[in-house]
C-alpha cells in the first residue's frame, strides 16, 4: 500500500512542514521506498516532482522539503509497489487534460487483476493499476461531459458512481484535483484536519518537530490537508468516511451540499 | 522569442554541462527571462521541472544545473513571452499522452493571430500559440492512426504535412519527443553536434566553462545536442536547414531515410 497527502487552502500556502514528516515515511519511519511525488497547482499550471528512489534518499524530495512553493492544490504520494515495477512511469501521482485544464490523481489502494477495456481518450503509460483508474475516471467524466466541465452538482454524481465502481474492485484511497475543486475518496483510510484562526502549534509525529502556525498565518487563511493516516499527534483529525467522496474548496468540505 | 535546448542519445547522459550555458540565456548572457522549462524522459517515464521565473534566478534551475539526471531524450526551453502573460501554464515543454506515451513539446518562434478550432481529444491550458500548435500536432497524428503509433515512416509525412501547415503561420521552430524518437523542426535557427569517440574538450560560449568529454564518456556513447544557436565556440555545429523536419535517435540524425 501508499500513502497519500493533499492540501487544499484559499490562500497558496506552502507544504513544507506536512511533507517534512510525510516524506518520512518513504524509508525511514515506515516502509513506503518504491518512490514518491507531488503536485502543485498555481492557477491552472501545474508542475509535479516525481523520483523512482525513496523519498527519505532522493534529492529531489530535499529540495522540495527545503524550498517552499506556494500552491492551493496539492498531492502527494509515497509509493509501495503492489502491480508495476519501480520505474519513473509508475510515481504518482499522474496527470491528463481534461476539458483545457490538468487533473491529477494520486491512489491509495489496490485493484486486484483490474483491467479495463482499452479506453478511447486516455490511455495508462505505466503498468499499475492506480493509472489505469485514473484514465477510467478522466474517460467516464468526458464521455458524460463533452461540452466541458459541468457544475459541481452535475460532475459530483457522475464521479461518484465510477468511483464507487471501481471501489467494489478493491482498496480506492484516492485524491484527485484539477486545481479548481479537489476530490478526496475513502475506502479505508483517509482523514483530514482544517486549520483556520484562532491557528495553534502543531507537533508532527513522524519527526519531533512543532511548527506555530500563529506565525505564519494571517486570521483568514484557511488550510485543509488530508492525509491516509494523522500527521500530528496534538490536533484533532477527523475520519472520512469508508464509501465517501467529499469535495474541498477554498480550504473547506462542502459536506453541506451533498448530504 | 524563446531558446531551445535538446539532447537525444544511446545511453542514458546528464544535461548539465549544456544546461549550464544554457540556462545562462534566461536572463544573463540573453534576454530570455520570461520562465523556463527541461523535460526528461527515463524509459516510458518523463519528469518536467518548470518555472515562470528567469532560469539564472530559480532555485528549480539551480537544482537542475547540479543535480545530474541521465536521460536519453531532453527538452528544455527559456522563455521571450510573446503571446500569453508570464504564468507557470504558459512555460514549456508542454506534455500530453498519445498512444500510452508521453509527448513532449517546445517552441521558439510565433504562430500570429493563430486560432485553430477547438480539438476534439487536445485543448491547451495556458494561452500560448506554442501550446495550440502542440495540440493541434497531437490532434492529427491521432486522428490519422487511431490504431496506435505506426512506424517512423508512415508518422513521418503526416507529421511533416502539419508542421508546413504550422510553419506557413509563422516562426516554427520545435523539438517534439516520445522517448523513442526526437524530432526537430527548424524554422529559421536550429544546430546541432553529434560528440562521438574520439571524444575531446568543448568550452561553452555563454559561461567561461571546460568540459572534457573524454574523462566522462565510454567509446560506444554517442550524443546529439540540439540548440537554437551553438552553446560552444571550439566545435562544429551543424545548422538544420529551414524548413527541415529532422529525426534524431540513438544520438544520430535519420537523415538517410528520409531524403
Chains 1, 2 share one sequence.
Request: hydrophobic fraction near 40%; aromatic fraction near 12%.
Amino acid at each position: 500500500m501508499c500513502q497519500l497527502l493533499g492540501m487544499n487552502c484559499n490562500v497558496p500556502t506552502d507544504i513544507c512542514f506536512s511533507f517534512e514528516g510525510f516524506s518520512a515515511r518513504g524509508g525511514k519511519t515506515d516502509h513506503h521506498s518504491d518512490g514518491w511525488g507531488i503536485a502543485f497547482f498555481e492557477g491552472k499550471g501545474c508542475r509535479i516532482f516525481l523520483d523512482a528512489k525513496p523519498s527519505i534518499d532522493s534529492p529531489i524530495a530535499d529540495f522540495v522539503r527545503c524550498y517552499p512553493i506556494h500552491s492551493t492544490h496539492v498531492i502527494a504520494h509515497i509509493r509501495k509497489a503492489t502491480q508495476g515495477e519501480v520505474a519513473l512511469e509508475n510515481c504518482h501521482p499522474f496527470r491528463r487534460e481534461l476539458w483545457g485544464r490538468y487533473w491529477v490523481f494520486a491512489h491509495n489502494g489496490n485493484l486486484p487483476d483490474f483491467q479495463p477495456p482499452i479506453q478511447s481518450f486516455y490511455q495508462a503509460v505505466g503498468h499499475t493499476d492506480s493509472e489505469k483508474a485514473f484514465c477510467l475516471i478522466l474517460e467516464t467524466l468526458r464521455q458524460s461531459f463533452p461540452e466541458g466541465k459541468p457544475s459541481l452538482e452535475k460532475l459530483y454524481p457522475v464521479l461518484q458512481q465510477v468511483t464507487k465502481t471501481l471501489a467494489a474492485i478493491g482498496v480506492f484511497n484516492y485524491l484527485l484535483s484539477d486545481g479548481e475543486h479537489f476530490f478526496t475518496h475513502c475506502s479505508t483510510n483517509l482523514s483530514y484536519i482544517v486549520r483556520q484562526a484562532p491557528f495553534a502549534a502543531a507537533h508532527l509525529i513522524d519527526q519531533d518537530m512543532t511548527v506555530d502556525f500563529n506565525e505564519l498565518t494571517t486570521p483568514s487563511d484557511r488550510v485543509a490537508v488530508i492525509a491516509t493516516t494523522p500527521l500530528t499527534d496534538n490536533e484533532v483529525w477527523t475520519p472520512i468516511q469508508p464509501g465517501e467522496l467529499l469535495v474541498f474548496q477554498d480550504g473547506l468540505p462542502l459536506r453541506h451540499i451533498f448530504n
